[in-house]
C-alpha cells in the first residue's frame, strides 16, 4: 500500500515536470506581448515601464535564452491558426493566407512580415 502511494506520488510529480513549462509558457506570454509592443513602439514611456519586469527576467534571469525557447515551443503547436495568433501578439506582420509549417523556428518575431505585401 506504502509502495503504490509513493509511486503515485513520483508519476504525479513527474507528470507535473511535463507540463511545467507550457505553464511558465502562460505565465511570462503577458509579459512577452508587452516587451514585442515596446519593441515596436520604443517612443511610448509607459509601454518601457510595462516592458521592464520581462526585459529584467529575459537579460538576467534567463540569459537570452527565454525568448527562443519559448519560439521553438510555438511552433511544436499542432494549430496554425494558434502558432499565428501568438506571433501576431508577439509583432508579427502576417498576411491571412499565410500557412507556418509545424516546427519552423522563427527567431526574430518583431521583425517578421509576411504575405500580402505589407510594409
Not at 17 to 32: D, G, R, S, T, V
Not at 44 to 55: D, E, G, H, Q, R
Amino acid at each position: 500500500m506504502i509502495m503504490e502511494k509513493s509511486l503515485l506520488i513520483v508519476l504525479c510529480i513527474l507528470v507535473g515536470l511535463l507540463y511545467l513549462k507550457w505553464a511558465l509558457i502562460l505565465i511570462l506570454f503577458p509579459l512577452q506581448v508587452l516587451y514585442a509592443n515596446y519593441q515596436n513602439d520604443k517612443s511610448n514611456f509607459l509601454k518601457k515601464i510595462f516592458a521592464s519586469p520581462y526585459w529584467v527576467l529575459e537579460h538576467f534571469v534567463f540569459r537570452h535564452g527565454w525568448s527562443r525557447y519559448m519560439l521553438f515551443q510555438v511552433s511544436t503547436i499542432p494549430s496554425n491558426h494558434f502558432r499565428k495568433l501568438i506571433y501576431k501578439a508577439l509583432g508579427a506582420h502576417i498576411g491571412p493566407k499565410v500557412v507556418f509549417h509545424f516546427q519552423t523556428e522563427i527567431r526574430s518575431v518583431n521583425r517578421l512580415f509576411v504575405g500580402g505585401g505589407l510594409l
